[in-house]
C-alpha cells in the first residue's frame, strides 16, 4: 500500500511540480497587479454631458426599436456621433440611435476611433498617435465572458508614453476595456500563466474550464499524498523529529512538512476557484427568483414624457424594480438622483431606493424574509454598490441573503449556505482575505508574499528532485 503510494506520488511529482512553482511564482504577482480592466472611475471620466436636445425618442421607443421583448434596462449615453440608448435585456445588448430609432452599432474603424479618442481624452490621456489595431472577436486581454455581448471588439492603441491600449464594444460604441503596457507585460507573468489563460484555450471557456479543474485536482491529490508521506516517514532520533533523507530530498521533506496546512489549503482552494457550481451553489438567483426579479409592468406603461434628464447629466437609466420604473440621473461618480415614476410623473427624488422598496423586492423573490440592513464596510461578505458612497442593502429571507444595490436595484449577491462555506474554503483560504488581515493590508500582503516565497522553495526542491530521476531514467 504505501509504496503505491509512493509511487503515485513520485510520478505525478515529477509531471506538476513545474506548474507548483508557476501557481506560487505567479499567484505573488497577482497580489499586486491585477488582470486589465476598465473600472468604474475609468469608465465614467470618459463620459460626456448628455444633450438631451438631439434626443427624439422616448426609452419605450428605443426598446421597441431594440427588437429586445424582455429588455430590462435602458441607459442614455453621449457618444462622439450623438445620444444613443442603450437596451439591455438578460442575454441581449443593443444600441438604438435617440435622434431617430436606427441602428447604432458600430460598424466602421473611423466611428471607434473618434468614440476611443473622445473617450481617452476626456480621461486626460493622450489621443495624438491614436490608431485602431484591428476588429475582432478575442485576444489575450477580452477573453473573459464579461465580454460577449460586446463582441466583436475594435482594439485602439493610443500609442501614448503608458502603450494604453483601449478597447470599444461594437454592439453599444462603449469602451469597455483598457490595459496598458505594464498591466500587459506583469500579466504575462502572472494571471495568464496562473490561470493556464492562453487566448486560444481560454476562449473555448468550457475546454478551458474542464482542463484546468482536471489539472487542479491532480496537483491537489499529489500535494495530499505528500503530506500522508511526509508525515509517516518522519523519524524520532533523541525526542526529536528528524528526516532519514539527505541532500535535496530532506529539504524537500522538511519544506513540505513546514508549508503542508499552507500548500494543501492553497492548492484546494484554487482548485475550488473552477468549482463552477460543481460542488458550491453558483450564487445567481434560481428561473423562479429571475421571473420575478426582471418582471415589469411593460415599457409602454413608461410616463409619456421623457422625464428631461438633469442639465450636467453623464448617463441616465431607466429601470424596473418591484413592477414600478425608476429612472437615475449619474451626474458624477459618486453623485446621482433618482426618480420614483408614479403615474404620468416623477414625484419623489432621492438618491438611493429606501430599505422599505428593498424589503418589497426581496419579498417578491422569498419568504420569511426580514428588515432590510446596510451592508458594513467590514462584512464578512462584502460587496460595493456600482455608485461609489450609496449603500448596499442585505435581505436575509430564511437561509437565503440577496444582496441588492442602493443606486440601481441590481442584484449583486445571493449568498445561501452553500455560497456562503464557499467564501470562506475558497476566497479566504487562497486570497487570505479573512477580516482581522483585510483590516491590516501591510500584514496580508506580507503573509501571502512569505507564505508563496516559502511554496516556491518547496516546488524548486521537487524539480530538482525530479529532473534528476528522469535523467537518470533516461540515462539507464
Not at 287 to 309: C, F, I, Q, V, Y
Request: glycine letters at 8%; hydrophobic letters at 45%; one cysteine or more.
Amino acid at each position: 500500500m504505501m509504496g503505491g503510494l509512493v509511487l503515485l506520488h513520485r510520478w505525478l511529482g515529477v509531471a506538476f511540480c513545474l506548474l507548483f512553482a508557476m501557481w506560487f511564482a505567479t499567484g505573488i504577482v497577482m497580489h499586486f497587479v491585477p488582470f486589465p480592466s476598465l473600472t468604474e472611475a475609468e469608465r465614467f471620466a470618459g463620459l460626456a454631458v448628455v444633450d438631451s436636445a438631439r434626443v427624439v425618442i422616448d426609452p419605450p421607443d428605443a426598446v421597441r426599436a431594440s427588437g429586445i421583448g424582455d429588455g430590462a434596462r435602458v441607459r442614455l449615453i453621449q457618444r462622439s456621433d450623438g445620444p444613443v440608448y442603450v437596451v439591455s435585456g438578460p442575454s441581449q445588448l443593443r444600441a438604438i440611435r435617440a435622434s431617430d430609432s436606427a441602428d447604432a452599432a458600430v460598424k466602421s474603424p473611423d466611428i471607434a476611433l473618434a468614440a476611443a479618442r473622445d473617450h481617452a481624452s476626456r480621461r486626460g490621456l493622450d489621443i495624438s498617435r491614436a490608431s485602431v489595431v484591428e476588429r475582432a472577436d478575442y485576444d489575450q486581454w477580452s477573453v473573459p465572458n464579461g465580454f460577449d455581448r460586446h463582441r466583436p471588439l475594435f482594439r485602439v492603441a493610443l500609442n501614448d508614453a503608458a502603450g494604453t491600449e483601449v478597447y470599444l464594444s461594437s454592439v453599444t460604441g462603449e469602451v469597455v476595456l483598457d490595459t496598458t503596457r505594464r498591466e500587459r507585460w506583469w500579466n504575462l507573468a502572472g494571471s495568464v500563466l496562473h490561470w493556464i489563460y492562453p487566448t486560444m484555450l481560454r476562449s473555448n471557456w468550457s475546454l478551458w474550464d474542464r482542463l484546468v479543474w482536471a489539472l487542479s485536482l491532480l496537483a491537489l491529490i499529489s500535494a495530499a499524498l505528500g503530506a500522508v508521506l511526509g508525515v509517516a516517514r518522519l523519524r524520532v532520533a533523541r525526542g526529536v523529529p528528524v528526516s532519514p533523507y539527505r541532500g535535496w530530498h530532506a529539504l524537500h521533506h522538511v519544506i513540505g512538512l513546514l508549508a503542508t496546512v499552507f500548500v494543501l489549503t492553497w492548492i484546494f482552494s484554487g482548485w475550488l476557484s473552477m468549482d463552477h457550481g460543481r460542488l458550491f451553489s453558483h450564487g445567481q438567483l434560481t428561473k423562479a427568483e429571475t421571473d420575478m426579479a426582471t418582471a415589469s409592468p411593460g415599457w409602454r406603461m413608461l410616463p409619456a414624457n421623457r422625464m428631461e434628464p438633469s442639465p450636467s447629466v453623464l448617463e441616465v437609466e431607466w429601470f424596473a424594480f418591484n413592477e414600478r420604473f425608476y429612472r437615475r440621473d449619474r451626474i458624477g461618480l459618486d453623485r446621482q438622483i433618482l426618480f420614483r415614476a408614479r403615474g404620468a410623473e416623477p414625484d419623489d427624488r432621492a438618491g438611493a431606493l429606501s430599505p422599505r422598496e428593498i424589503e418589497g423586492f426581496a419579498a417578491r423573490l422569498a419568504t420569511n424574509c426580514g428588515e432590510a440592513s446596510v451592508l458594513a464596510a467590514d462584512d464578512d461578505y462584502p460587496v460595493l454598490s456600482a455608485t461609489p458612497g450609496v449603500p448596499v442593502y442585505r435581505s436575509k429571507c430564511a437561509e437565503v441573503w440577496f444582496d441588492i444595490d442602493g443606486a440601481n436595484g441590481n442584484l449583486l449577491q445571493r449568498l445561501d449556505r452553500s455560497r456562503r462555506a464557499y467564501r470562506w474554503l475558497y476566497r479566504a483560504l487562497h486570497t487570505l482575505d479573512f477580516p482581522i488581515l483585510a483590516a491590516h493590508p501591510k500584514v496580508r500582503s506580507s503573509l501571502i508574499v512569505g507564505l508563496c516565497v516559502l511554496g516556491l522553495l518547496f516546488s524548486i526542491t521537487g524539480i530538482v528532485i525530479g529532473w534528476r530521476r528522469l535523467l537518470r531514467r533516461c540515462l539507464c
